[in-house]
Every structure is written in structure tokens, then in C-alpha cells.
């Protein structure tokens, strides 16, 4: 399923083939993505990573890399600083470098969330040139709504812009949040954000799966699709649930929301290795070759 793509005018003529192949690659020419999120470390601390009903490989670092590095994914989307301590074991696997991230330990009631850059562009791209990784984007989160908001869509904004420079491409994390939020998966808030990723020129933007008050969710999310534009839109997987009832959630996502594919983590990285290979899998079915969801769940189970 080859997809045309479309090129950003930020980006330069000397750049464009370098952008090209990255999106290609991230979305195996289908013009959807399956990011394997692993930025979790940070944003959720071991909560994810250890205790009941998590896998004890999970508590192990390495283990996100050896199922990025066996599974069908677009991106492994994580920490410059993590990529550096295994990388050159998995130098292969496809890497999505987040700029930003915080911790969940300082509430909302407390205070409104801030999550400023880690790293600029320039040094990922000259991670990038100095490793050989497979470096294909970059992204950041943004909490909008909270009294932070102007620093992070600076920040954001530059980081697009000189990512686009470099021929890489964007995800942006777009997270209605703070004081003045009182519903996060509100669907008009969730459309808000994913427009606003828009106007700051991301190549794709991740929201969370909004919640109407009535109505089907998958069709809820459809605003948000429409209001991002020619920015793509992919949704988080949230908590972990049942395996059939999260593929049904992606297959409705894509082809009833119309999104252009999903952001996995705790549902593919608390499994034990094996079964969290064979999850990316499924998703990756699910995502890249529209498989159904009996088809994607029976890659799960290994046919049985």
C-alpha cells in the first residue's frame, strides 16, 4: 500500500530524499505509524516496569530494545540517554528520540505540568552522525492548558522547524493538561490539541483517546482526525487491558476514527518477551497491513 507523502515546504531540497526515506521507513510505505513507546521510564517511574501482573523481564532496561530490535515497529520512540547505553547492541532498530519528558510524581493539584527539552535538535542530529544509529525523528510533549504552555509550544515549534531542516520527521505528544483542565479526554480538548499540532507543522501528532459523555468513542475521535489537517494522527494505547479488546480499539481507531495508526507501550513492553513480540506483531498487522482483528489476534496467540 505505497502512500504518497507530503512534503513540508521547512523542509530543505537537500533534505527532502533524507525526509522521504525516514517517513517510509517509520511507516513501511502504508502512511501509518506504529511507535513503540518507551518513554515511559521517565514519565511513569518503575510503576510500569515492576509489580503484579508485569513481566519480570520488564524491569530490565534492555528488554524494550530486544522486543524493538525483534518486532515489526515503525519507531521505538525513547531517550537520547537510553539509546546511548544499549544502542550499540541495536543498532539497527528504527529510533524516534524524545527531546522532553518529566516525571508523574509532582500532581497537577500541585502544580501545573512543565516538561522542558532534554536535548536540542542539533544534538541529535549530532548523535545521529557520531553513532550511526537509525535515528529517524524526533518528538515532544506538550500540556496545553497548563500555565507552562508558552515555553513547551516554543519549544516545540523550534524543535519541528530544525527537525524538518534535518530531514527528520515529528511526533507530537498533545496533552490537554493542568489546573484549568477538568476533563483531559474531552473530545473537543483532544481535537484542540491535535489542531494545534498542526499549526506547529508536526508530521504526526499522538493525543489520548478522548471520552464523550455519550456516543461512541472511535466516532469522538473523528474531530480530532479532521482537526489535525495533514498533520497525522495516532492514539495513545493507554493502560493495559485484554489483548482482543485493545486490537478491536486499534482496528476501530483506524478505520472508524480514520487515524493513522497507534502509540504502544505498557500493553507490548509488561509482556515477556516472546509475547510482547509476538503483540508489536499483531498491532503491526493491525496498523500497516489492515488486517482484521481475528487475523491480528491469531498472530498473538501463534495461530492457536
Not at 492548558?145 to 524543535?159: I, K, Y
Request: aromatic letters at 8%; one cysteine or more.
Amino acid at each position: 500500500m505505497d502512500n504518497p507523502i507530503l512534503i513540508p515546504v521547512d523542509v530543505p531540497e537537500q533534505k527532502k530524499i533524507e525526509y522521504v526515506k525516514n517517513i517510509k521507513t517509520a511507516t513501511h510505505d502504508t502512511g501509518r505509524l506504529m511507535l513503540f513507546a518507551g518513554d515511559q521510564k521517565v514519565e511513569h517511574m518503575n510503576h510500569d516496569f515492576y509489580g503484579e501482573g508485569i513481566a519480570p523481564d520488564d524491569a530490565n532496561p534492555e528488554h524494550m530494545f530486544q522486543i524493538a530490535s525483534k518486532a515489526k515497529i515503525g519507531v521505538f520512540a525513547t531517550q537520547l540517554g537510553l539509546v546511548a547505553r544499549y544502542g550499540d547492541e541495536y543498532p539497527d532498530v528504527p529510533y524516534l528520540i524524545k527531546l522532553n519528558s518529566k516525571t508523574d510524581l509532582v500532581k497537577k493539584d500541585v502544580s501545573d505540568p512543565r516538561s522542558f527539552s532534554w536535548y536540542t535538535v542539533e544534538d541529535v542530529v549530532r548523535f545521529k552522525e557520531t553513532s550511526g544509529l537509525n535515528i529517524l525523528g524526533v518528538g515532544y510533549t506538550v500540556y496545553s492548558g497548563s500555565e507552562f504552555e508558552g515555553e513547551m509550544l516554543h519549544e516545540a515549534a523550534q524543535a519541528v522547524f530544525q527537525a524538518h531542516q534535518h530531514g527528520l520527521f515529528t511526533v507530537l505528544w498533545m496533552y490537554p493538561r493542568g489546573k484549568s483542565v477538568a476533563d483531559e479526554k474531552d473530545p473537543h480538548l483532544v481535537a484542540g490539541a491535535a489542531g494545534i499540532a498542526c499549526t506547529l507543522g508536526s508530521d504526526f501528532v499522538k493525543v489520548n483517546y478522548p471520552k464523550p459523555k455519550e456516543g461512541d468513542r472511535a466516532k469522538a475521535l473523528n474531530e480530532a482526525v479532521v482537526a489535525a489537517g495533514r498533520t497525522k494522527l495516532i492514539c495513545a494505547g493507554g493502560e493495559s487491558v485484554e489483548v482482543k479488546d485493545f486490537l478491536q480499539t486499534l482496528h476501530d481507531q483506524i478505520h472508524i476514527s480514520g487515524t493513522s495508526g497507534n502509540a504502544t507501550g505498557r500493553n507490548i513492553h509488561q509482556k515477556t518477551l516472546d509475547e510482547a513480540v509476538r503483540f508489536a506483531n499483531a498491532v503491526s498487522a493491525l496498523t500497516y497491513d489492515s488486517a482484521s482483528v481475528e487475523k491480528a489476534h491469531a498472530i498473538y496467540t501463534g495461530g492457536k
